[in-house]
Nanobody, 121 residues
């Protein structure tokens, strides 16, 4: 019913930047919130940044001042601009969305398949 497709991951060096994108498609009536989580090897998945309708945002302390989340409501797309990357940012980054489905108006929490970000020292 709903798909989240991420793009923009890759291999960069310390101090460089990347921009992740995530587009939601399918039977969507409304998206209440979108966000990015990440999971490093051997660690639990953690929230990186989240943006809700009205453009209220919150960030993990470890990325404040370096990462910026934004969304294009017309395109059902969320972005994560990541600057000043360091090896501790290496992880699989997952897109997440809180969606109200069309017709049924049921709530669905959707996840993308993940995109790998690797930062070399």
């Amino acid at each position: 019913q709903v798909q989240l497709v991420e793009s923009g991951g890759g291999l960069v060096q310390t101090g460089e930047s990347l921009r992740l994108s995530c587009a939601a498609s399918g039977s969507i009536s409304k998206i209440n919130a979108m966000g990015w989580y990440r999971q490093a090897p051997g660690k639990q998945r953690e929230l990186v940044a989240r943006i809700i309708s009205g453009d209220s945002t919150n960030y993990a302390d470890s990325v404040k001042g370096r990462f910026t989340i934004s969304r294009d409501n017309a395109k059902n797309t969320v972005y994560l601009q990541m600057n000043s990357l360091n090896p501790e940012d290496t992880a699989v980054y997952y897109c997440n969305a809180d969606i109200i489905l069309r017709l049924s108006f049921r709530y669905l929490e959707a996840w993308g398949q993940g995109t790998l970000v690797t930062v070399s020292s």
